[in-house]
């Protein structure tokens, strides 16, 4: 049974990799130990070994989604000042990842998100919580914008997360399905209208 | 063979009529012509002989959800007066639509747009030329208000369907995936915005 050493570390990293590159095309319900095993030549029991259920491969490959995104927006929006920028830094990085071929067919999160809605379970719970992570997050910079007067007093943060990430899915939409050249302009007009609702005025704040 | 006759007509729409509601809970891919014929207790070759594949199935079910979308929401909203309150209207049914039982699991085109977005195909093309005719429809009552000096002259009809769209995709995520209590306030609170961004000022327009 490999256990967490390096080589059993390394390997694990690497299917869950390409799970969760396959889960953004087939979605999380197509990924099987099977056709792991047949696209990176490995024994059904060797991935057995490392996720003992189909369903625990999918809480990795979700988690796995999530570290990358972290890593690709997350992180470089936190670093950004507080405020506007913060925001639009976020913005930005997360259309980038929209638009990236990290995830050959679109956000792994969007597409769970429809699929898991009504099946519940570790996966279902585990998304969940990620979301929720994700929308505190994004109310939290709103929070810390108006705590330094960037942002309206009457800004409501959770109001903005979720508009935000209703922009998001706009996106999806327009992009993947409709193919509209058009999409990434559309969720550009879409933020600035968000932002310019809750910025503080000038010397008046 | 089933022919387009009183029974067989009949038959085919009570069919299609449970197909929808399934598809909406298991999606479009879920759909089969083996289950459908336990539910019903109709025989497989008794299927077939309506639906000559899964694939024109699929495409039957979203013509039928359309077909259901137009009477709930589409026509009441043509019947309000132009400008905001047609536009109010549709938002209002659409809200109605989304969080009724029709759709036991969600919005049909909703997740038929996260399935079928990069699976060519009969399938996918309806879905397509469904969802352009619903934005263009949108847009057209943005235009008519701006015509009739309701909404500003330089209010983007396009947009606005864009992001009318982005607030319902919001909503779904928010109501079916988070289980948000506030979901539809927040729908409403962004409609509000939205609206509120391309009204036409009085005595000025």
Partial sequence: ???HTGKGEATRAAILEHATKLASRVGLSGLSIGRLARDLDLSKSGLFAHFQSKEALQVQVLQTGAALFVDAVIKPALAAPRGEPRLRALFTRWLEWAKSQRMPGGCLFVAAA?????????ARDTLVALQKDFLDLMANIVRS????????SDADPDQLAHDLYAIMLGHQHACWLMKDPRAAERAEFAFES???GIRARRKTA
């Avoid at 429809?114 to 570790?122: A, F, Q, W």
């Fill in 1 to 3: 049974m490999a256990r």
């Fill in 114 to 122: 429809v699929e898991l809605d009504d099946r519940p379970g570790p």
């Fill in 194 to 196: 968000l932002v310019s």
């Fill in 145 to 152: 914008g108006i705590a330094e007067k960037k942002f309206r």
